[in-house]
T-cell receptor, first 115, second 109 residues
Framework: DGGITQSPKYLFRKEGQNVTLSCEQN?????MYWYRQDPGQGLRLIYY???????QKGDIAEGYSVSREKKESFPLTVTSAQKNPTAFYLC??????????????FGEGSRLTVL | GIQVEQSPPDLILQEGANSTLRCNFS?????LQWFHQNPWGQLINLFY???GTKQNGRLSATTVATERYSLLYISSSQTTDSGVYFC???????????FGKGTRLSVIA
């Protein structure tokens, strides 16, 4: 089945540790995105990538890093510099990036809890 | 950047009732999507509707781009319709999808 796979679904980490969230898509989409959701809030953009080996910061990029070495993969690292990393992280993809973005599709999300 | 406002923030309905959710945006858009977030957090695509009207079963949506709003209609609501409904837009610049804060819908049997 075509889709977006995020792993792990749940992750617990100690404060000060870096963690990497995986996002893989087999939709042949050029653009991929990472969003963060806090309880009772909407989604905020962390990073996005429109093409391999290129990515742009979103509204809340501080404390996060990404890479795009393959079209199918867009991992997100939550670094120890992120002051409040506990959140729900959602990965998405679209056929093209902005401004001609078509429909976005989301993975099931990764819930990170920092103890 | 573009602002997206959704109303009402919360809505409680009796099963079988109809409802209208509204999304206002502050600039012209190239893309508008409605999503339903289920209790497990997954975002389900409902409509991709930068303009016009679409229907899918008990749900329909209308976007009036010139007046900068979109409406999501839910008819004969069911308990499984409960969750949060998000509107998200892409403006005419180079900005990815921007989300509103959502409408939390609770349908009571």
């Amino acid at each position: 089945d075509g889709g977006i796979t995020q792993s792990p679904k749940y992750l617990f980490r100690k404060e000060g540790q870096n963690v990497t969230l995986s996002c893989e898509q087999n939709l042949n989409h050029d653009a991929m995105y990472w969003y963060r959701q806090d309880p009772g809030q909407g989604l905020r953009l962390i990073y996005y990538s429109q093409i391999v080996n290129d990515f742009q910061k979103g509204d809340i990029a501080e404390g996060y890093s990404v890479s795009r070495e393959k079209k199918e993969s867009f991992p997100l690292t939550v670094t120890s510099a992120q002051k409040n990393p506990t959140a729900f992280y959602l990965c998405a993809s679209s056929y093209r990036g902005p401004p001609t973005t078509g429909e976005l599709f989301f993975g099931e999300g990764s819930r990170l809890t920092v103890l | 950047g573009i602002q997206v406002e959704q109303s009402p923030p919360d809505l409680i309905l009796q099963e079988g009732a109809n409802s209208t959710l509204r999304c206002n945006f502050s600039d012209s858009v190239n893309n508008l999507q409605w999503f339903h977030q289920n209790p497990w957090g997954q975002l389900i695509n409902l409509f991709y509707i930068p303009s016009g009207t679409k229907q899918n079963g008990r749900l329909s949506a209308t976007t009036v781009a010139t007046e900068r709003y979109s409406l999501l209609y839910i008819s004969s609501s069911q308990t499984t319709d409960s969750g949060v409904y998000f509107c998200a837009v892409v403006d005419s610049g180079n900005t990815p999808l921007v989300f509103g804060k959502g409408t939390r819908l609770s349908v009571i049997a």
